[in-house]
């Protein structure tokens, strides 16, 4: 194994914040995405990729979502809808939905339903409620639990917390037994990494979790 003996420092602070984020988004890979439906309060829909996403904690499960401002400092179309509804649905991005999800991340007038610029299959859920995304084999049906705005302008992010009220899983992962986890090969996720790059999780391996012998 490699060993690192030498490194040299970068101060954030002494660069311009966009250099900081390609080397950043290149240091924080493979990132799971986020695909997320939303609406505003006179049920415009919205349909947006987002990669700085995690679990943040299980017992009730909740998911965080980082959503920067804009370059020209306004805010993005999916914070605005989940501050104003606080209701958002989650989808996984898979393979086959890579070139679909980052069609969706265009910068679209929030009056444009990105569904349909990417050619993205909505599951309509009655008035009020964000659709489903039929590209996705996974649907979390979320509430906001509280958005954490970490400053303001170009590169700050919102921290956005939710409650994942329901599971939704496609009738194609019936055979799953879910309560193990669904296997890697039948979400087909892709990762998010530096640039453009992506990450396919077709090459995965195991490592059983390491223990202490008393
Ligand atoms: C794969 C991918 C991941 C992204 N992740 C984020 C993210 O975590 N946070 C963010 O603010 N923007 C992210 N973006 C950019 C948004 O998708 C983009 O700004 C989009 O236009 C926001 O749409 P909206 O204004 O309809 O909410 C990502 C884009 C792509 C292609």
Known sequence: MNR????SGIQPKDHFWVEIYHLMNSIVQPRPIAWISSISSEGAVNLAPFSYFNICSMNPPIISNSIFFNRDGSEKDTLKNIKAT?????????????EKANISSAPFDASVNEFEEA?????????GEPPFISESPVQLVCELNQTLPLGEGAGVGTLVLGNVKEIYLSSELKDCEWQKGIPPEVMNNVGRMGGDFYAKTTDVFQLARATVDK
Not at 4 to 7: I, K, P
């Open 119 to 127: 050619n993205v299959h909505s599951i309509d859920r009655g008035s």
């Open 4 to 7: 690192h003996t030498e490194f």
């Open 86 to 98: 606080k209701k958002y649905v989650v989808g996984t991005v898979s393979f086959q939905a890579s």
